[in-house]
């Protein structure tokens, strides 16, 4: 068996405080600590949840997910009944399945997550993208709002802030939408060149803020610069 056993009615007592008190990003750094208390912390990661399932953040998404990977029969039946696809809406404008995405994402397997974010946004785009594999620039633009913004929180809240479109978006306008400025700042590109997919890239949360998704990258700057100047985002700018 684990530790998991040594914390004591106190020390839950006294995460739970911390865990209710705190602010975003100490709750982040908790949530670690109590997946290591075993069922008592996993438990107070669920009434969390029950009480915050209005709105999701980067908190309910990490506790989602440790929930989701502790895959115990009280968290799958919890996460079943109260969150059958996950803490983001999964709403889109063409009927399209993000609940694979999601699921990638929820298990933080973000090289498969990738590849199918290609693929969703190829789906978006219509039969024609889908048997080409990749994007016009024409067609991003004509993207729904609302599954760009699907797929972007889906990326964000999983990935603790640090990966999405819209994370790359704040670094490209930061940078004065200077595309030379932005590649290194992701890390696609070193000194030495273009990042080599896919062993080139960082797949965890190690990796630069901005580094993934990366799917628009592989075929050149038009498609990816639509992206960053869809309508989507104009709320954040």
């Given at each position: 068996m684990s530790n998991s056993h040594?914390?004591?009615?106190?020390?839950?007592?006294?995460?739970?405080?911390?865990?209710?008190?705190?602010?975003?990003?100490?709750?982040?750094?908790?949530?670690?600590k109590l997946i290591s208390a075993g069922e008592p912390g996993l438990e107070v990661l669920i009434e969390f949840l029950q009480n915050h399932n209005s709105s999701a953040n980067l908190v309910a998404g990490k506790a989602y997910q440790a929930l989701y990977?502790?895959?115990t029969s009280k968290t799958q039946t919890f996460l079943q009944t109260y969150f059958p696809d996950g803490v983001v809406p999964l709403q889109s404008e063409r009927n399209i399945d993000?609940?694979?995405?999601?699921?990638?994402?929820?298990?933080?397997?973000?090289?498969?997550a990738d590849r199918l974010t290609l693929q969703k946004l190829c789906e978006l785009a219509g039969p024609a993208a889908v048997q080409r594999k990749w994007l016009y620039f024409t067609e991003v633009e004509n993207f729904p709002t609302t599954d760009l913004q699907t797929i972007d929180?889906?990326?964000?809240?999983?990935?603790?802030?640090?990966?999405g479109f819209s994370v790359q978006r704040k670094i490209w306008l930061s940078v004065g939408?200077?595309?030379s400025k932005l590649w290194p700042k992701i890390?696609?590109?070193?000194?030495?060149?273009?990042?080599?997919?896919?062993?080139?890239f960082t797949w965890d949360l190690s990796a630069p803020k901005g580094h993934l998704p990366l799917s628009n990258q592989l075929r050149g700057v038009r498609p990816f610069a639509s992206l960053m100047s869809h309508p989507a985002w104009t709320k954040e700018s």
């Open positions: 040594t914390a004591s009615v106190q020390d839950i007592a006294e995460l739970r405080r911390q865990f209710q008190s705190e602010s975003e990003k100490n709750q982040l750094q908790l949530v670690p990977q502790a895959n993000y609940q694979p995405l999601q699921q990638l994402l929820a298990q933080q397997d973000f090289q498969a929180a889906l990326w964000f809240l999983h990935s603790e802030g640090k990966f939408k200077d595309f890390g696609w590109r070193t000194d030495k060149g273009w990042t080599r997919y896919p062993n080139g």
